[in-house]
């Protein structure tokens, strides 16, 4: 038998790093959003091993990927003698700040804890994920949330009805997670003014939030002129507002209808941008 899940992306809306702790992770506070840009999961049934494909050849298929590491994680937590095929549909570019990674490793645990009928609650789920990515767990819950700790607290908020729909763009050479937290501990920071009710209090007024916020675009745009020039595309072409999500370097703008954000569709894409017109989930 096979399983398969959409593995949708995220976006943040809002993203603030905190200084490195000791550790070595960083505390955060983030309000994230799941988009419907998805890739597809399949997930079959083995006696033993785990082998993963992707239709992507440029996407690791061996212990390197994360939904091979959290197939391996849910083996170990359960203690179960035994395996899975997995295949990824891969749509979400990869290192680009839209958890392409992470959204694929909720979705193995949430199909293996389907096909091998462990019963498992969303909060064991993300507690084997957390250890895997940042991002997992949210990943796994969706929605809109508050995330904090390194992203493994959630507080999911509950919001009227979404009428805004997102465009993003991609501006290729993808930025490494891990380097874009070097950078961004190298530079002062910027954060004071910026809370997140600056996202969520028009949101729950079913109103599109103007003031967003994210740390690391004062480390990567600096480097990313493409960004830059997205981000400029987008409101110079009816975005209501536009950020970079996670680390980067995809941007994403918010507009208020579908038909008002294909002007900067066009506009990215004769600029030889990839675009991905989606909306909140």
Partial sequence: ??????????????????????????????????????????VRRLDSGITLTCTDSAIPTDERNIAHKCARAFF???????????????????????????????????????????????????????????????????????????????????LPKKNYRILIA????GVSTAEAFRALDSTPSDSAGHIPDDVL?????GEIPKKLYNSFERAVLPVHPAAVRVKEILLKNGAVTAMMSGSGPSVFGLFSSEESLHPAENALMQAGFDVYPCEPV
């Fill in 1 to 42: 038998m096979i399983l398969s899940l959409n593995a949708y992306a995220k976006i943040n809306l809002y993203l603030d790093v905190h200084e490195k702790r000791p550790d070595g992770y960083h505390d955060l506070v983030s309000v994230m959003q799941q988009v419907s840009l998805h890739d597809t999961i399949s």
């Fill in 76 to 158: 170990d937590y359960f203690r179960l003698n035994g395996g899975a095929e997995i295949h990824i549909e891969k749509k979400i570019p990869a290192a680009a700040g839209l958890a392409g990674g992470s959204t694929d490793g909720a979705a193995v645990l949430t199909l293996l804890n389907r096909l091998y009928g462990t019963g498992a609650d969303a909060e064991t789920l993300c507690e084997i994920g957390a250890k895997i990515g940042a991002d997992v767990p949210f990943c796994i819950m969706g929605g809109t949330c508050i995330c904090e700790g390194i992203g493994e607290i959630l507080t999911p908020v509950t």
């Fill in 170 to 173: 991609f501006p290729g050479n």
């Fill in 201 to 205: 209090i028009p949101l729950k007024s």
